[in-house]
Nanobody, 123 residues
Framework: QLQLVESGGGLVQPGGSLRISCAAS????????IGWFRQAPGQAREGVSC????????NYADSVKGRFTISRDNAKNAVYLQMNNLKPEDTAVYSC????????????????WGKGTLVTVSS
């Protein structure tokens, strides 16, 4: 069964850092582009970042550029999102998704989705 599982979410103070992870089971993550998406309560889903299958290409939403870094370790079948200088407006459920084609921040062409991990930024 193909599955993506996120972990590492939690409560962090404004200005703090957190790294969340996306692990795959049932398939080889290195064959896919991976994206991170988030959805805050009452708001539409927002694309956060994408990374190519070999990690050579990345892109970010303007709202997180310079603060978030996406990376992958294909040997561990995992993708990470390092989040620094977190702000209250970063509070959301963060989900990873895999695409056989190119990852787009719109999320419209992603093939597999995880259930998400909650990140709360609050003092």
């Amino acid at each position: 069964q193909l599955q993506l599982v996120e972990s590492g979410g939690g409560l962090v103070q404004p200005g703090g850092s957190l790294r969340i992870s996306c692990a795959a089971s049932g398939f080889t993550l290195s064959d896919y582009y991976i994206g991170w998406f988030r959805q805050a309560p009452g708001q539409a889903r927002e694309g956060v970042s994408c990374i190519s299958s070999n990690g050579g290409k990345t892109n970010y939403a303007d709202s997180v550029k310079g603060r978030f870094t996406i990376s992958r370790d294909n040997a561990k079948n995992a993708v990470y999102l390092q989040m620094n200088n977190l702000k209250p407006e970063d509070t959301a459920v963060y989900s990873c998704a895999a695409a056989e084609g190119i990852c787009r921040l719109s999320g419209i062409n992603m093939d597999y989705w995880g259930k998400g991990t909650l990140v709360t930024v609050s003092s």
